[in-house]
């Protein structure tokens, strides 16, 4: 072990003191991640306001000259060709138009999350649907999805999965607040999409292989079985009337604070 002695005088006396140098580098390594995440958090802000912004000219100058809808669409083709010539790179026509949804959707700057980046942003105004829009913020917000995840999630049509549960005064409530566990129907999907393990409608696998599929893709597994389930055990021997067993899958939920066993069969 590696240590700096440093010296200080007080009061005519010589004060030894020393530091781990082993301490000192994971100490420095915690301020610089702290500092590149507030930078990145802090440019991200500047980000989103400097695109509303360009999103709030466009819809003052289609408003104040009057355009019709199908001048829209060529003023964006022109606006990007013009724009990336003066400033680079960035303002492609597509993104221009999500710039311009970001001002429609959100008339006050101050309503933009900064917890949500511009990639996340682009996923949520390609929803046409106000309510279905709003749930999958929210639930970005609380879950800390990834832009990747928010599109999976979007993509498995969670929002309306969750809807045709509920009624209307409900649906309102899951757009104003996102999922809320009352009960445990809350807590496990129903039904799964699995589509991130990329299996072939017409092709049947092992039990031993669609377990592996599982495995290989465990963190998105997790994240649609629902909220609070944690990998504990794969081929778990348990013992039922002094006869040995082996569960394909264990999982504990945090929540629920039990195991989840998952087989298609128990195997002894």
Not at 184 to 190: A, F, N, R, Y
């Given at each position: 072990?590696i240590?700096?002695?440093?010296?200080?005088?007080?009061?005519g006396?010589?004060?030894?003191k020393?530091?781990?140098?082993?301490r000192?580098?994971p100490?420095?390594?915690?301020?610089?991640?702290?500092?590149?995440?507030?930078?990145?958090?802090?440019?991200n802000d500047?980000?989103?306001?400097t695109?509303?912004?360009?999103?709030?000219?466009?819809?003052?100058?289609?408003?104040n000259?009057?355009?019709?809808a199908d001048?829209?669409q060529?003023?964006l083709?022109?606006l990007?060709?013009?724009?990336k010539?003066?400033f680079?790179?960035?303002?492609?026509r597509?993104?221009?138009?999500?710039?311009?949804?970001l001002?429609?959707?959100?008339?006050n700057?101050?309503?933009?999350s900064?917890?949500?980046?511009?990639?996340?942003?682009v996923?949520?105004?390609?929803i046409?649907?106000?309510?279905?829009?709003t749930?999958?913020?929210?639930?970005?917000i609380?879950e800390?999805?990834?832009?990747?995840?928010?599109?999976?999630?979007?993509?498995?049509?969670l929002?309306?999965?969750?809807a045709?549960?509920?009624?209307?005064?409900?649906?309102?409530l899951?757009?104003k607040?996102g999922?809320?566990?009352e009960k445990?129907?809350?807590?496990?999907?129903?039904?799964?999409?699995?589509e991130?393990?990329?299996i072939p409608?017409?092709?049947?696998y092992?039990e031993?292989?669609?377990?592996?599929?599982?495995?290989?893709?465990?963190?998105?597994?997790l994240?649609e079985?629902?909220?609070?389930?944690t990998?504990?055990s794969?081929?778990f021997?348990i013992?039922?009337n002094n006869?040995h067993?082996?569960?394909d899958?264990v999982f504990?939920h945090?929540?629920?604070r039990c195991?989840?066993?998952?087989?298609?069969?128990?195997?002894?």
């Open positions: 072990m240590y700096i002695t440093t010296q200080k005088k007080s009061k006396l010589i004060v030894t020393s530091v781990s140098y082993q000192l580098i100490s420095i390594g915690e301020i610089l991640e702290g500092g590149r995440k507030k930078a990145y958090w802090t440019v500047v980000l989103l306001e695109y509303w912004g360009v999103g709030k000219q466009i819809i003052e100058y289609e408003q000259g009057e355009l019709r001048y829209g060529e003023l083709k022109t990007s060709k013009d724009l010539q003066n680079g790179k960035g303002f492609s597509s993104n221009l138009q999500y710039m311009r949804l001002y429609l959707k959100n008339r700057c101050q309503t933009l900064g917890k949500l980046s511009w990639s996340h942003y996923e949520l105004l390609a046409d649907d106000d309510l279905e829009r749930f999958y913020e929210k639930q970005c609380s800390k999805w990834s832009a990747r995840e928010l599109t999976r999630q979007i993509d498995s049509a929002f309306q999965r969750l045709l549960s509920k009624d209307r005064k409900g649906v309102l899951l757009s607040k999922q809320l566990i445990v129907e809350d807590i496990v999907k129903q039904p799964y999409v699995l991130f393990l990329k409608e017409d092709y049947r092992s031993k292989g669609l377990e592996q599929r599982i495995i290989d893709n465990l963190q998105m597994f994240l079985l629902g909220k609070g389930f990998f504990a794969r081929q021997r013992t039922l006869k067993y082996h569960v899958l504990y945090r929540i629920l195991f989840v066993l998952i087989t298609s069969r128990l195997a002894p």
